[in-house]
Each structure stands twice: as structure tokens, then as C-alpha cells.
């Protein structure tokens, strides 16, 4: 199929993937009083006592706000932000479907961290949770950081913690399937964009053995003279404080994470991996090596971002679990403890006698997995104590 002919006839056909739906009837005067006014004011006037009734007599609770400056949509770059709206529709429908959350689009004409920050948090009142996406290194860094501190509602950058939430299942697995443990592992990252530094954060929690992460230039190490952003990833990497190239942090290394670019990693590379090597390699449309190439070099576990192969390495796994789960017991964060809880839960759903090396995550359609992480990440927020309420049974799907 040519699916990007077919997408464009398919979206000049739907005119948007998504639409609002009303859930109250309105087929009489009676009706038409209880959902409008004058029978409105009555919600009102208690959401004015409490406003944390907003989430018990409008929708706040199950919505999410799906936020992008369009500078980083997809593998195509800065193409603005009304350029990048089918993106977020498709966003706002993988949340529907896959964890049961009504999502909407803010696709926000502005590249400046501050405006973006207000705008996101003068709206806050309408959502239970923020989705930031698509939005390039470093602003997205700044952006989030600073929501976190002035919102009441988790807020979450997808391209950051989403990835670094499957990539950890998916390295659970692996681990299992080559018999080594995290601590004991050297990891060689390429890429130390938002995704790559999310995930070196993720798993430098859980007590990886060395974390070495590459940029354009190289090798990152501690330095006088270094950006903040660039010292920032130095002071948890590099233990060692190595100076050289991809091929001198692959050498010895027993993991292979690639969020960057097509094509930069050879066989002649991968050779000097220690045995059982996992390779994850997600740049997308195309790795940074290829599944049969890394197999070759002696890759005992390889997966891509792609769905062609064994072990795509998708965010849908993730997000619409976490956000349900966040959004039942109305959390105020989504912190790394939900994270882990949602990667071992992902994890979980590949059964011992099923695990293989060309299969280490579930299907996206897996019925269990958006109640799994749900729940994973609704204990987990309660454990951590961000929590306000118990489980809204009956209220998920």
C-alpha cells in the first residue's frame, strides 16, 4: 500500500480524524433545561465552592489537552503547528481507542517557551492532564519543567517518557531473553535529544552499570567549557569520563540505544559489542541500522521503531495506560515511579514460555494492555502519594 497516498484520501475524506460528541440527550424542553440553563447553574455554583468538582460534574476528569508548537512533528522537522494537526488528531485518537481518554489538539502558534507555558496554563482549568508533543530539544525541556511547577494536573512529554517507558519494557525483556542483568550492563546511547536523555534518566534510576551517550560530535564527558544542557547529561554519564566516537562507546558495550539518525551504525561497529548484544534501534522511517544487518554482527535481540519488524518499540504501548491511569485517581504528576510501574507492567504482558528474542513486547491490540498499565500506574501513584482519589471504578472504559 502506498500509505501516504492512501492517508492523504483518507483524511480529504474525513475532513478530521476526531469530532465532538454529546452525551446528555436534548429531545425536549425538559431536556434542553437540565443540560442548559436554567438547570446548569446549579453544577456551577458548586464547581464555584470546590472547584475540584469540575471533575465530578464535567468531563475534565477523562480529558486530555494534546499540546504542540509543530517544531518537531514526526521525522519532518519545524513545519508549524497547523501542519502538524493531523498528527495530533491521530494523538488524540490513540488515546480514545487505546486507553478510553477524550483528547483535544492545541496546536500553539508560538515558539516562545513563556507564551506556550501561560497558554497551557491559563487553559489547565479544562483538562485533567497535559500530553506535550512534538516539540524540539531543548525548548521542550524548559516548557516541561515549568508546567510541571505551576500546574495541578500531570503533565507529560510523550517524545520524552513515553519512549523511555517502552524502551525500558522492552530492555526487560531483552535482558531476560540474554540472561544479563540491568546493573551490570554498559549502555551505548546515539542521540541526546529529548527521547535519548528521557530514557539515559529512566534507566540511570534503576541502576544501570555505565550509561555512555553519543551526540554529532561524539562521545559526551565532563568539561569546563559546555553547554548546561550537555554538562546536565555529563554528570550522570560516562562514569569514566571517556573521550572518542559512537565506535569507541559501542566497543564493550552490552546495549545499544539509537534515537538519532539513519544509517550510523555499521556491522564493523556492532562486532565490537560483548556478546548477547541488544540493539534498539529507533530512529524512524529508518534505524540507524537495519534488523538483518544487526543480526549479522551478532545482535542477540534487535528492535526498531518500525512495524515491519519484530519488537516495534511504539509509544501506544505507553501513554494511553498511563494517562488512564493518572486521569482515575486524579494524580497530580506522572513520576518516575509511575513510569517504572507502567514499564514492568507492558513487560509483564509477554509471558515467560512466550518470551523470544523476536518477541519481547505485546501488540499494540493486546486487550489487556491499556487495563494493565492503568492499574500499574494508578497503584503506583497512590504508593507515591500523588494521588487524591481511589480508582474511579466503572469509570474507565
Aim: net charge negative.
Amino acid at each position: 500500500m502506498d500509505y501516504a497516498a492512501e492517508s492523504l484520501k483518507l483524511h480529504e475524506a474525513l475532513r478530521g480524524k476526531i469530532e465532538v460528541v454529546s452525551r446528555a440527550p436534548v429531545r425536549n424542553r425538559e431536556e434542553l433545561s437540565l443540560a442548559y440553563t436554567p438547570g446548569v447553574a446549579q453544577p456551577c455554583l458548586e464547581i464555584q465552592k470546590n472547584p475540584a468538582r469540575s471533575f465530578d460534574l464535567t468531563r475534565r476528569w477523562n480529558t486530555v489537552a494534546v499540546v504542540t508548537d509543530g517544531t518537531a512533528v514526526l521525522g519532518l522537522g519545524d513545519i508549524g503547528p497547523e501542519a502538524g494537526m493531523p498528527v495530533m488528531e491521530g494523538k488524540c485518537v490513540l488515546f480514545k481507542e487505546f486507553g478510553g481518554v477524550d483528547a483535544i489538539p492545541l496546536c500553539i502558534r508560538s515558539k516562545d517557551v513563556d507564551e506556550i507555558v501561560r497558554t497551557v496554563e491559563l487553559l489547565q482549568g479544562s483538562f485533567g492532564g497535559v500530553n506535550l508533543e512534538d516539540i524540539a530539544a531543548p525548548r521542550c525541556f524548559e516548557i516541561e519543567r515549568k508546567l510541571k511547577e505551576r500546574c495541578s494536573i500531570p503533565v507529560f512529554h510523550d517524545d520524552q517518557h513515553g519512549t523511555a517507558v517502552v524502551t525500558l519494557a522492552a530492555l526487560l525483556n531483552a535482558l531476560r531473553v540474554v540472561g544479563k542483568q540491568l546493573q551490570n550492563c554498559t549502555i551505548a546511547f546515539s542521540g541526546a535529544g529529548a527521547a535519548g536523555v528521557a530514557i539515559a534518566r529512566l534507566l540511570h534510576s534503576l541502576g544501570v552499570g555505565d550509561i555512555l551517550m553519543c551526540n554529532r560530535e561524539g562521545l559526551i564527558f565532563r568539561q569546563e567549557s559546555q553547554t548546561q544542557a550537555i554538562a546536565d547529561i555529563a554528570a550522570f554519564t560516562n562514569s569514566q569520563n571517556r573521550r572518542g566516537t559512537l565506535t569507541d562507546a559501542l566497543r564493550g558495550a552490552d546495549i545499544f540505544i539509537g534515537v538519532s539518525a539513519p544509517n550510523v551504525v555499521s556491522e564493523a561497529m556492532l562486532r565490537g559489542m560483548n556478546p548477547g548484544a541488544i540493539v534498539l534501534a529507533m530512529a524512524n522511517p529508518v534505524p540507524e541500522i537495519m534488523p538483518d544487518a544487526a543480526k549479522a554482527a551478532g545482535a542477540a535481540v534487535v528492535g526498531t521503531g518500525r512495524s515491519d519488524f519484530p519488537n516495534q518499540i511504539n509509544n501506544v504501548l505507553a501513554f494511553p495506560g498511563i494517562f488512564r491511569g493518572a486521569l482515575d485517581v486524579r494524580a497530580s504528576d506522572i513520576n518516575e515511579a509511575m513510569k517504572i510501574a507502567a514499564a514492568r507492567a507492558i513487560a509483564s504482558l509477554v509471558a515467560p514460555e512466550e518470551l523470544t528474542p523476536d518477541y519481547i513486547l505485546p501488540m499494540a491490540f493486546d486487550p489487556r494492555l491499556g487495563k494493565t498499565v492503568a492499574e500499574a500506574v494508578a497503584a503506583a501513584a497512590h504508593a507515591s502519594g500523588v494521588a487524591a482519589v481511589a480508582v474511579m471504578v466503572g469509570r474507565r472504559w
